[in-house]
């Protein structure tokens, strides 16, 4: 079955790095566009970040341009998010998601405090 398995968050001071890891299994990861989303305390699960199948198509969320970036490794079946100059509202829940799949997996806390 479809598993997801995020990894790298923490708690970080604002201005920091971190850099997220997301482990595919289950599926063909090689043909399928790969998201981050995000869901912050009170607030609806967002959309960070897609890449696709090969990598030469990505998108960004507004709120993220610049700061954030989202690559792949289709033979180790792994997406990334590099999260630079982080911000007390980049604070979420962050997962890795295939849409043509319901799974989700556990997430990974990001904390931006000083």
């Known amino acids: 079955q479809v598993q997801l398995v995020e990894s790298g968050g923490g708690l970080v001071q604002p201005g920091g790095s971190l850099r997220l890891s997301c482990a595919a299994s289950?599926?063909?990861?090689?043909?399928?566009?790969m998201h981050w989303y995000r869901q912050a305390p009170g607030k609806e699960r967002a959309l960070v970040a897609s890449?696709?199948?090969?990598?030469?198509?990505?998108m960004y969320a507004d709120s993220v341009k610049g700061r954030f970036t989202i690559s792949r490794d289709n033979a180790k079946n792994m997406v990334y998010l590099q999260m630079n100059s982080l911000k007390p509202e980049d604070t979420a829940v962050y997962y890795c998601h295939n849409p043509r799949f319901a799974s989700w997996g556990q997430g990974t806390q990001v904390t931006v405090s000083s």
């Open positions: 289950g599926f063909t990861f090689s043909n399928y566009f």
């Open positions: 890449i696709s199948n090969a990598g030469g198509s990505i």
